[in-house]
Structure formats: C-alpha cells, structure tokens
C-alpha cells in the first residue's frame, strides 16, 4: 500500500497491521490513523475511499470534538464507499474528572446515525479491544451479505441460462415421430 500514498503523508496518516480474532477467525486488519487537523485533510480524504471501517472519534472532556462528529459524519458519507462501516468512540474515558460530554450525548448521537458507540480509553485500554473487534465482525457481515447478494444472483441467472437453453432446443426424436391422432 505505500506505493500508493500521496505524496507528504507521512505527517498526517498512522499505518499498522494487526491480527484479531473474530468468530473464531483470525482476521488480520489494517489500520489507517488519519490526523484530524484541517490543514491535513485534502490527504487524509483520500483514505476514506478505500475504507470498509471508520471510528469516529470524539474526546469526553471536549465539547468542541464532540461537535465536530457531525462535519466528520458528513465527510465520510461523501469520499468513503457506500457500505462503509462506522461506529462512534468517545475517548479518554479515563478523564471523568474533566468530562464535557455525557455518555447519553455519545449514545444519543450513535443512535441518531445508527451506529454502534463505546466510550473508551487509550490509558487503561477500556473498550479498545472491543471496539476493533466489534468494527471488524461489521464490516466481515457487510461482505458476507455482499457475497451472499452476488452468489444469489449468480445461481439465478445460471439457473435462467439453463431454462432457456432448454426451451431453445429442437424438438427431440421422441416428439418428431409423434404420431398424428387428430
Ligand atoms: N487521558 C487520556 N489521554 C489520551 C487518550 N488517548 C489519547 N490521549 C492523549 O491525547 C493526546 C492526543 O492524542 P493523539 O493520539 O495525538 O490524538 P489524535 O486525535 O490522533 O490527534 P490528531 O489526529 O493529530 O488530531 C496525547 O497527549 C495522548 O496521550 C486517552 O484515552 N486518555
């Protein structure tokens, strides 16, 4: 994938690889951390593209991150694909002494785009885990019933091909030495 990154994003993108284990599959997931800053996102737009799975992620004790969701919201629904996957993270929630957003504010707002929510926490690891693991088995249903849709359609059109061949056959031997009984 590094052939093609445009080119001064190093700055502004975080890239690792990680093997998880889900339904008891391992999955091994790609991780793109794009910056949040304005000035960054001509670049970090362009990831969006490529993307089965975004977190949108907001900071507990700032008010101001928890407002800009909607923009974020508005971001992916325009540059990433449309079966993306996305699930709302309220973050340091460690930090309940400086908490500007409520856990029904997070809550409220997730149910309102429809998506799944956790608070979690980068210090003690609270939800970290879960969260990856829950984004993860989203986009894995969003292919599998993909793949289901394109295999449905596949047997019904090969069952549509064989009926008309069918139909389209010559009459056999049987038929043309029918005999006449009008
Ligand atoms: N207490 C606490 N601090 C955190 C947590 N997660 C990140 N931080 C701190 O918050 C600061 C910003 O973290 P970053 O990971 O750089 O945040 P970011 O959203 O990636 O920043 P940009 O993408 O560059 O805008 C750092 O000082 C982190 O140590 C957390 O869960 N709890």
């Known amino acids: 994938p590094w052939a093609e990154l445009p ?4 700055s502004c993108v975080d890239f690792k690889m990680k093997t998880i284990e889900v339904d008891g599959i391992k999955v091994r997931i790609q991780i793109w951390d794009t910056a949040g800053q ?12 490529r993307a089965q799975g975004i977190f949108l992620v907001y900071d507990i004790s700032s ?4 407002q800009h969701i909607m923009k974020w919201v508005s971001d992916v629904d325009e540059y990433a694909p449309e079966g993306v996957q996305k699930i709302l993270i309220g973050n340091k929630a460690d930090e309940e002494q400086k908490r500007q957003v409520g856990r029904e504010q997070g809550q409220q707002l997730a149910r309102e785009y429809g998506m799944d929510f956790y608070e979690t926490s980068a210090c003690t690891n ?4 879960e969260s990856f693991t829950r984004l993860t088995e989203l986009v894995l249903q969003a292919h599998r019933k993909e793949l289901d849709g394109l295999r ?26 029918k005999t006449c009984w009008c």
């Open 126 to 129: 609270l939800n970290i885990k």
């Open 38 to 49: 304005e000035r960054y996102q001509t670049i970090t737009k362009q990831y969006y593209r």
């Open 7 to 10: 080119e001064n994003s190093a």
């Open 152 to 177: 449905t359609r596949a047997s019904n059109e090969l069952a549509l091909a064989e009926l008309e061949e069918e139909e389209g056959k010559p009459e056999g031997p049987v038929n043309s030495s």
């Open 63 to 66: 008010e101001r991150s928890y």
